[in-house]
């Protein structure tokens, strides 16, 4: 891909304190996007909430703004920075989250800031629970049974239709946050009501439970001209049903 010279300033948004489930290799991918983009002469503006990381050295990016990463504050600074564009996918789901807060409230058209790398169309397609099995549903792609619920209501009903055990997966949350799995209907009420409070648009998929099956990942990386290549394959040594943060996984 060759050099863009139409842009010369770039925000890179960190992905913050790491927990469980966002895990260090945001830290690491956001502290080389930095080194990338500075190595090719663009200036580099950072925002992480994370002074722990190395990305948040002064050595990393040309101005680190080291503030909340919420709507309010990034808007701030993309108001006072005027990038020419924005890079939000090194920072997960924390990044990809605000550049859509962004774009929807209308920050990036005002300051004519352009959003590198995924789509927010595509990202959208990809956080959505529903849009994301429509997608799958339309490419041919075995889905488990699934419903959208926006309440206790319609989340017991659809958990009725599916048959017990299920799993609940909050829309736009981090690291499965909220999620679970119900093997009756006391533990999914008790699931559903924190679901529904950590969704920030109150959106669960409920979805037939595969806890105990055996999970093969693949890492594709894939670009417009639908070139890809396979970055690594793992097999969990653990069953579905161990969180990511205390899992084990082989690279063959």
Not at 150 to 173: C, N, Q, W
Not at 211 to 234: F, H, L, P, Q
């Amino acid at each position: 891909m060759p050099k863009r010279n139409d842009i010369h300033k770039v925000l890179v948004i960190g992905s913050g304190p790491i927990v469980i489930g966002q895990a260090a290799e945001f830290d690491y991918a956001g502290t080389q996007a930095c080194l990338a983009l500075k190595e090719e002469g663009y200036e580099v503006v950072l925002c992480n909430s994370n002074p722990a990381t190395i990305m948040t050295d002064t050595s990393i990016a040309d101005k680190v703004y080291m503030e909340p990463l919420t709507l309010e504050y990034m808007a701030k600074i993309i108001r006072y920075e005027r990038p020419d564009a924005i890079l939000p996918g090194i920072g997960g789901q924390t990044g990809l989250n605000l550049a859509m807060q962004l774009e929807k409230k209308g920050v990036l058209a005002e300051c004519q800031t352009e959003l590198l790398g995924t789509r927010s169309s595509s990202i959208e397609r990809a956080e959505d629970r529903l849009l994301f099995k429509e997608l799958c549903q339309s490419l041919g792609e075995p889905v488990l049974p699934s419903e959208i619920a926006h309440s206790m209501e319609e989340g017991l009903a659809a958990a009725d239709k599916i048959g017990y055990p299920v799993v609940l997966r909050p829309a736009f949350t981090l690291g499965g946050t909220g999620g679970g799995f119900a093997g009756d209907e006391k533990a999914f009420r008790s699931i559903m009501k924190n679901a529904l409070q950590l969704s920030p648009v109150h959106e669960v998929l409920i979805e037939k439970s595969v806890k105990g099956y055996k999970e093969i990942e693949y890492e594709v990386m894939r670009d417009s001209n639908d070139t890809a290549v396979t970055i690594c394959n793992m097999e969990n040594v653990d069953p579905v049903g161990i969180h990511t943060g205390d899992s084990i996984v082989v690279c063959p």
